[in-house]
Antibody, heavy 114, light 107 residues
Framework: VQLVESGGGLVQPGKSLKLSCSASGFTFSSYGMHWIRQAPGKGLDWVAYISSSSGTVYADAVKGRFTISRDNAKNTLYLQLNSLKSEDTAIYYC?????????WGQGVMVTVSS | DIQMTQSPSFLSASVGERVTLSCRASQNINKYLDWYQQKLGEAPKLLIYNTNNLHTGIPSRFSGSGSGTDYTLTISSLQPEDVATYFCLQRNSWPLTFGSGTKLEIK
């Protein structure tokens, strides 16, 4: 199982960014997937979940601003981040769901700053 | 939302010592409690799921227990490679919520 995030970077407040998580080593379409973030030096915050059938759940802090999606043909998970705020600055991890979050990617840094 | 409270925030122990970390939920989470280990600069790793099930490849010195609102991670004999921050996670209800972590160091 391998999960590789990409798409992070420095972005101004109010702007947008799209993160990707490329999956390999398992049947991606059969698994729900999560995004979790970690602000610098802080703990873990769950962000969003998408089921294998593309049902979605969001944390209140990102609802209406972030969109989780998936492309099973490309074995890729996405997180569209809109209307970014400074408090969204964090490492963003994708993780596979088997009940628990059993495999995580290495994370990608998103910095929101003017 | 379910609040997860971990204690202690910081723990220093000797190699070979038995170590116990705690996690308390603000309501019953029906044993939907996982433990994750995060070493410095790395992504979290699953250690234990559903309170007491060891994830694949995790050494048997790690164990979990608990029920209702109170859960425990035990390391039976602390090793130098166990230096890390440990997080609990409740999956009983949305939103998923993590504890704030216990940072474990070697004395």
């Amino acid at each position: 199982v391998q999960l590789v995030e990409s798409g992070g970077g420095l972005v101004q407040p109010g702007k947008s960014l799209k993160l990707s998580c490329s999956a390999s080593g398992f049947t991606f379409s059969s698994y729900g997937m999560h995004w979790i973030r970690q602000a610098p030096g802080k703990g873990l915050d769950w962000v969003a979940y998408i089921s294998s059938s593309s049902g979605t759940v969001y944390a209140d802090a990102v609802k209406g601003r972030f969109t989780i999606s998936r492309d099973n043909a490309k074995n890729t998970l996405y997180l569209q981040l809109n209307s970014l705020k400074s408090e969204d600055t964090a490492i963003y991890y994708c993780a596979r769901r088997v009940g628990a979050l059993d495999y995580w990617g290495q994370g990608v840094m998103v910095t929101v700053s003017s | 939302d379910i609040q997860m409270t971990q204690s202690p925030s910081f723990l220093s122990a000797s190699v070979g010592e038995r170590v116990t970390l705690s996690c308390r939920a603000s309501q019953n989470i029906n044993k939907y409690l996982d433990w994750y280990q995060q070493k410095l600069g790395e992504a979290p790793k699953l250690l234990i799921y559903n309170t007491n099930n060891l994830h694949t490849g995790i050494p048997s010195r790690f164990s979990g227990s608990g029920s209702g609102t109170d859960y425990t991670l035990t390391i039976s004999s602390l090793q130098p490679e166990d230096v890390a921050t440990y997080f609990c996670l409740q999956r009983n209800s949305w939103p998923l919520t993590f504890g704030s972590g216990t940072k474990l160091e070697i004395k």
